[in-house]
């Protein structure tokens, strides 16, 4: 892949920057602020460099259309305030006040352009609608940075098409993360521990099957820890069950067994009588769980089977939360894995939590990327990029 350093002298240039800034909000008011922070030090770069930035960004999943919650403007003021900086904001994505917009920006100054999925054209799948959108942000800039990891698993029109018709790199951002995606994926240090979360197996089918041939443990939490406890033969309850994914989950097991890797389940688990902080809840054992009862958290023998098997390893990726971890009396399993990966980080290992839930989790407890050794900004495009699926964001910047 290009670089930033290969677009050589970017003074007096602009430049369209894809970046990811797709936050969670509670109306105007961002309650994590990962991915703003971590596009910020391409925008300085390019910036210092005397580069004006136009940002273009999506949030959340508009049809096409605008709608007002998903509008970026509080996006726009909490990267000024990261930047340290004014961010000028345009109403629209290529309308009048985007043009309006681009032509008044300066170099070193920076804009962010309105939610581009507000517009039909970007994750169009008719290639010329697509491409007709890509090249009325094209008409903006001089060169094309692809910064927005998050998004680089999709073929739409401000990641794709858009980097066949300008002067394009790869940004700051995007580079870290495909060298650490990478080294996980090829030459990870060993052991290598895999800890996969969150609700459904089916979400991770793919990885799953690519894991068991690279990992060397497979520690498994969340509510897809239950599908595998059925596979095993264990009734669980009125736990979240993907009854269609059983015979799936069998053959990983078999695969595993064979292949010798460790495939570690919940040996325990807080089981509730609703999805509720407030539901009446207590510890039993993960092979009997009460016809009435779900499965909430990892238990707290789990929690110490957990960290005993991660307490040798040299490489972790985590992706997916233990339990229902926004809930006080579900978090104990999730805040357990990552104290214990802050723990390995500081004796050497290298840890990545891949985005998600599992990364809001991490931040929410008060760790930072400082404590762990990367907090990937790509759920979905880590995953992908683990299981060896084609990116096409990425592939289109290595074809220039």
């Known amino acids: 892949m290009r670089t930033i350093d290969d677009l050589g002298d970017l003074r007096g240039r602009k430049?369209?920057?894809?970046?990811?800034?797709?936050?969670?909000?509670?109306?105007?008011?961002?309650?994590?602020?990962?991915?703003?922070?971590?596009?910020?030090?391409?925008?300085?770069?390019?910036?210092?460099?005397?580069?004006?930035?136009?940002?273009?960004?999506?949030?959340?999943?508009?049809?096409?259309?605008?709608?007002?919650?998903?509008?970026?403007?509080?996006v726009a003021s909490r990267l000024a305030e990261v930047l340290g900086a004014p961010v000028a904001f345009a109403e629209d994505t290529v309308g009048e006040s985007a043009r309006a917009a681009v032509a008044a920006l300066q170099p070193g100054e920076v804009l962010l352009l309105e939610n581009l999925r507000f517009h039909p054209g970007e994750t169009s799948k008719d290639e010329a609608e697509r491409r007709a959108f890509a090249e009325q942000l094209a008409a903006f800039a001089d060169v094309y940075v692809s910064d927005g990891f998050g998004v680089v698993h999709r073929k739409q029109a401000s990641v794709y098409d858009i980097a066949q018709l300008l002067p394009q790199a790869a940004g700051g951002l995007v580079e870290a993360e495909v060298q650490v995606m990478t080294r996980l994926r090829d030459t990870p240090e060993r052991p290598y521990a895999v800890v996969l979360g969150g609700a459904k197996v089916s979400d991770k089918l793919g990885v799953i099957d690519s894991l068991i041939t690279t990992a060397d443990r497979l520690l498994v939490g969340g509510g897809m820890a239950f599908t595998f406890l059925k596979a095993q033969g264990h009734e669980v309850?009125?736990?979240?069950?993907?009854?269609?994914?059983?015979?799936?989950?069998?053959?990983?097991?078999?695969?595993?067994?064979?292949?010798?890797?460790?495939?570690?389940?919940?040996?325990?688990?807080?089981?509730?009588?609703?999805?509720?902080?407030?539901?009446?809840?207590?510890?039993?054992?993960?092979?009997?769980?009460?016809?009435?009862?779900?499965?909430?958290?990892?238990?707290?023998?789990?929690?110490?089977?957990?960290?005993?098997?991660?307490?040798?390893?040299?490489?972790?990726?985590?992706?997916?939360?233990?339990?229902?971890?926004?809930?006080?009396?579900?978090?104990?399993?999730?805040?357990?894995?990552?104290?214990?990966?802050?723990?390995?980080?500081?004796?050497?290992?290298?840890?990545?939590?891949?985005?998600?839930?599992?990364?809001?989790?991490?931040?929410?407890?008060?760790?930072?990327?400082?404590?762990?050794?990367?907090?990937?900004?790509?759920?979905?495009?880590?995953?992908?990029?683990?299981?060896?699926?084609?990116?096409?964001?990425?592939?289109?910047?290595?074809?220039?």
């Open 15 to 74: 430049v369209l920057l894809r970046s990811d800034l797709n936050v969670p909000l509670d109306g105007d008011r961002i309650t994590d602020d990962l991915r703003v922070q971590a596009s910020a030090p391409t925008i300085t770069r390019l910036t210092e460099a005397g580069a004006a930035v136009i940002v273009v960004a999506h949030l959340g999943r508009p049809k096409g259309a605008p709608e007002a919650r998903y509008s970026l403007r509080p």
């Open 237 to 400: 309850g009125s736990s979240l069950l993907e009854e269609d994914q059983v015979d799936t989950v069998r053959g990983y097991l078999r695969s595993a067994e064979e292949r010798g890797v460790e495939i570690v389940l919940p040996v325990d688990v807080v089981a509730a009588t609703a999805f509720s902080a407030d539901a009446e809840h207590d510890v039993v054992s993960a092979d009997a769980i009460p016809a009435d009862r779900m499965g909430l958290d990892i238990g707290p023998e789990s929690v110490r089977l957990f960290s005993d098997k991660l307490a040798d390893t040299r490489t972790v990726f985590w992706n997916g939360p233990m339990g229902a971890f926004e809930m006080e009396p579900y978090a104990a399993g999730t805040k357990a894995v990552a104290e214990t990966l802050v723990r390995i980080t500081g004796q050497g290992a290298l840890t990545v939590v891949g985005g998600g839930d599992s990364a809001a989790a991490v931040r929410q407890l008060g760790y930072t990327e400082d404590d762990l050794g990367h907090i990937s900004t790509g759920g979905g495009a880590s995953l992908e990029f683990l299981e060896g699926k084609d990116l096409p964001g990425l592939s289109v910047l290595e074809e220039r």
